[in-house]
């Protein structure tokens, strides 16, 4: 029993990446095919720019996570800033981009909220408020998904290490809400969110879901110029392709490797400035400017999420309006019309996402039972899991679909629902795998020395315990596959058609209505995922308060 | 004390190792019907532990040598839930996802029909003094109260042996005293072997029975 739970789990996720890897050296390793991307023109401008944005949002999202974190402290902010931040987690992050495209570009719901009474404009000005050169739209929407995921992931540090009581012992000795964080305890978090922060760097350089809405022209970042190469008829350019997947993997470890070695540079720093003594004096007026921040990040966020339904919905919409002129009923019908195979598209989307959410929680289970005990097993599987989130996903993707199209599989149901597991796994796990450990273990023996047998001890105790876990890992998993694209596009072989493919394409062919009409169903999806999971679990043992949330 | 009658809980040759180390000293005793031995001793020294091995919970790190017998019978090799133990920790660990009957009716031995295991449940409840708390949470229950359940609970799987794990520690002054007695004189009413783990002293005076100390080897 113990075994072969936590196997089956490595194999599934594991299997696909260290092979994916390993083909993605073995056919990208091609001197010329190399020397052809070295002399594209562009390519260290793009190489640059992929670096400097996934770095810079990766930063500013942290510091802004940590002094939202700060400033929001007591029990019921901490609680509301979780609650304000779930609709941006939940979005996935092509819709946050087209959203965000949608607000910001020259003819964006911004400009027509301002215009023409504050700006005299009564046609979109020529500027490149997105896809501008220095990435700074596309920094903007990673900051938008990232600080909200960050703070979530230091809220749930901040309850492993005795933060309450460091914070008070930091203010006593006369240091303001601010710098106690700072110096009590962040440094305390930074060390245990060491994975997920480097996933989010990873994921900052090599996405292609906000590059594509919201990055740079030309040249594109890199992962983009790598897309549209792997999506080139021309074998010769498709190999290209491959070397450069090679590249991006190498200025990626490069990256993080630099970035690991600057954080314990900054950490002396920090304990000079810890030891300074310094009591920090305008803490007020940076408290406020992170919260001016955030708050504008905020509204961009949620018009981000009208901007898409309102475009979506419209029909001809001339610019300074504010709303479109037509909607309703005959733009409902254009809607229908203009989506291809519309509804396939969304009954794709939700059943691939509900085989995940299910066998992501069926697999990760008996693993949880087997090291239920076991605290020291359960990082490292943990760890285990997490690998393929440190991956840039084109990397190993392309070398995934090599496998898949040698095994005769590729563009089956069942290979992506394989691919969707391999990145919903680390969050199921994250979540039932501590849940479950949670339980006090004396519950189990009370049922048995009760008289009932260890498989109604787990049907009538372990498993009601731990439901409500389980019905958030699913809502998760859930989510990150209506989310996911490349490995979608990889392991479907273009032959699988989600919302996150369609909106994807449409982004990138410029065609923005059709890719609001599919990102309404990107953000729509995961929102009801979790409305649900916690109607459900309010729902259950409504009139049991002692049931463990 | 190696008398080991029949309706007698008795270990034997008893010994716990954890990575080669002994716990405490190899541990012989016998408990008659309807008496409470008392075990003492140091924290560390391997009481719950040794619960543990009685119920057949121990996790698999520890080697056990040794056995647990009841009415005559080795039970060492049985599963938990065929021993016939019934345990009661320091906290009353009551589901939280089950109402108080819920709780009462997991703990009742199948057999009749729902409406009369239900009336049953509801029966002792009453007789417990706890009449009409059956669709209660058992987290709205006060420290009495819910000791008084997992009492009742216990007793309703009708086990052939009792051990308690400090369970009147939780419990405030007033409580314990009434808890202390209720459940003492369960087990004399029942003739249950009884195998008391404690620190406090007014257990042991009220136990009155034999005290053995776990020593170090």
Same mark, same amino acid.
Request: hydrophobic content about 55%; some cysteine; aromatic content about 8%.
């Given at each position: ?39 594209? =023109? ?41 609650? %304000? ?89 006369? $240091? ?39 990055? =740079? ?225 004396? $519950? ?40 996911? $694209? ?25 065609? %923005? ?20 999971? $916690? ?15 | ?14 010994? %716990? ?137 216990? %007793? ?36 249950? =072997? ?24």
């Amino acid at each position: 029993m113990r075994r072969p739970g936590i196997l089956i789990l490595l194999l599934v996720s594991g299997v696909p990446t260290v092979a994916g890897l390993v083909a993605a050296l073995w056919f990208g390793l091609d001197a010329a095919a190399f020397l052809r991307v070295l002399n594209t =023109p562009g390519v260290g401008l793009s190489i640059a720019s992929s670096v400097w944005t996934g770095v810079s949002a990766t930063l500013l999202s942290l510091m802004l996570a940590h002094v939202v974190l700060a400033v929001a402290n007591t029990g019921n902010w901490r609680r509301r800033l979780t609650a %304000l931040s779930l609709p941006f987690l939940a979005m996935p992050h092509l819709a946050t981009g087209i959203g965000v495209a949608l607000v910001l570009a020259p003819s964006g719901l911004l400009l027509r909220l301002l215009s023409p009474w504050a700006t005299g404009f009564t046609e979109p000005p020529d500027w490149f408020s997105v896809h501008d050169p220095y990435g700074l739209s596309l920094i903007a929407g990673l900051m938008l998904k990232e600080t909200a995921f960050l703070v979530l992931v230091l809220s749930a540090a901040q309850s492993q290490a005795p933060t309450g009581r460091l914070l008070l012992q930091a203010r006593s000795l006369g $240091y303001g809400r601010l710098k106690s964080w700072l110096v009590a305890v962040a440094p305390l978090l930074q060390q245990q969110i060491g994975l997920p922060l480097a996933a989010v760097l990873v994921f900052g350089i090599t996405n292609v879901e906000m590059a594509i809405p919201l990055g =740079p022209g030309l040249p594109p970042t890199f992962s983009v110029l790598l897309w549209s190469w792997f999506v080139d008829a021309d074998p010769q350019v498709h190999a290209q392709a491959w070397a450069g997947s090679l590249l991006l993997l190498l200025v990626t470890a490069l990256t993080v490797l630099a970035a690991s070695r600057l954080a314990s540079g900054v950490g002396s720093l920090w304990r000079r400035w810890a030891e300074s003594g310094s009591r920090l004096r305008r803490e007020r007026s940076l408290r406020g400017a992170a919260c001016t921040i955030m708050g504008g990040m905020w509204i961009l966020g949620i018009l981000a999420l009208v901007a898409i339904l309102l475009r979506a919905a419209a029909g001809p919409w001339r610019f300074p309006q504010v709303l479109p002129s037509s909607t309703g009923a005959d733009s409902f019908a254009a809607w229908s019309a203009a989506l291809p195979g519309g509804s396939n598209v969304a009954g794709t989307t939700v059943v691939l996402a509900l085989a995940t959410a299910v066998a992501g929680a069926l697999l990760v289970l008996p693993a949880a039972e087997a090291l239920r005990g076991d605290a020291n097993g359960r990082r490292k599987l943990g760890t285990c899991l997490f690998l393929p989130l440190l991956l840039p996903q084109i990397t190993f993707l392309f070398g995934v679909q090599v496998l898949l199209v040698s095994a005769g599989i590729d563009g089956t149901f069942a290979a992506v629902l394989w691919s969707h597991l391999i990145f919903a796994l680390p969050y199921v796990w994250g979540v039932i795998g501590p849940a479950r450990a949670a339980i006090d273990p004396r $519950y189990a023996a009370v049922g048995r020395t009760l008289g009932a047998g260890p498989v109604r001890v787990w049907m009538t105790v372990t498993a009601p315990l731990t439901l409500r876990s389980m019905l958030l890992a699913m809502a998760l998993a859930f989510s990150v596959s209506v989310a996911l $694209y490349l490995p979608t596009l990889f392991a479907g072989a273009g032959r699988v058609a989600t919302a996150a493919t369609e909106a994807a394409a449409s982004a990138g062919s410029g065609t %923005l209505r059709l890719a609001a009409m599919h990102s309404v169903w990107l953000a729509v999806f995961p929102l009801l995922a979790f409305a649900a999971a $916690y109607a459900a679990s309010a729902a259950v043992f409504r009139h049991r308060r002692g049931v463990p949330r | 004390m190696t008398v080991a009658g029949d309706n007698c809980l008795a270990i034997r040759q008893l010994s %716990l190792r954890v990575d080669g180390q002994m716990l405490f000293r190899t541990l012989d005793l016998a408990v008659a019907p309807g008496t409470v031995v008392v075990v003492t001793g140091p924290s560390g020294a391997g009481k719950s532990s040794l619960l543990a091995f009685l119920c057949g919970t121990l996790p698999p790190e520890f080697d056990a040598q040794g056995a647990v017998w009841l009415d005559g019978d080795d039970i060492s090799r049985l599963p938990p839930e065929k021993r016939g133990l019934g345990i009661l920790f320091q906290e009353p660990l009551l589901f939280p996802h089950l109402s108080v009957r819920g709780n009462l009716l997991f703990g009742l031995r199948e057999g009749d029909s729902r409406k009369t295991r239900r009336l049953i449940v509801d029966r002792e409840l009453d007789a417990m003094g706890l009449a009409g708390f059956g669709d209660r949470d058992p987290v709205t229950l006060s420290g009495g109260q819910k000791a008084r359940v997992a009492l009742l609970r216990v %007793l309703l799987a009708r086990p052939r042996a009792l051990l308690l794990d400090e369970p009147f520690l939780g419990l405030d002054d007033a409580n314990r005293a009434k808890v202390r007695q209720l459940v003492f004189d369960e087990i004399r009413r029942r003739q249950l =072997p009884t195998l008391l783990v404690t620190h406090d002293r007014d257990d042991v005076a009220c136990a009155d029975g034999p005290v053995v100390a776990l020593t170090r080897p």
